[in-house]
């Protein structure tokens, strides 16, 4: 399986298990269990792939099965993929109450 394939398998559920740990953490922004998913594995993905992109180290995590590349693409996903529930949890929100 490529690098790449399994680094956005990693980023996708990291993000998803921080989407939901910021959902269960905030109730103001909680979007449900499956909203949680989503926008965390969304974010998870957008954020490990920029986290790659600035730090060329990480890109190697099936290659040689580095283990700090793959601790490095469990956190870069799970806290991008919380942020993004956390905004966008904050968002819809927000516009359900107006």
Sequence with gaps: MS??????????????????????????VNLGTAGNTVAGAVGGVAGGSLLTSLI???????????????????????????IVSAIVGMVINNMKSA
Aim: proline share 2%.
């Design 3 to 28: 690098g790449t394939i399994i680094n956005l398998i990693i980023q996708l559920i990291a993000g998803a298990i921080g989407g939901n740990a910021v959902g269960a953490a905030a109730k103001n």
């Design 56 to 82: 060329p180290m990480l890109s190697g995590a099936a290659g040689g099965m580095d283990v700090g590349a793959i601790v490095g693409q469990l956190v870069g996903g799970g806290v991008s993929g919380a």
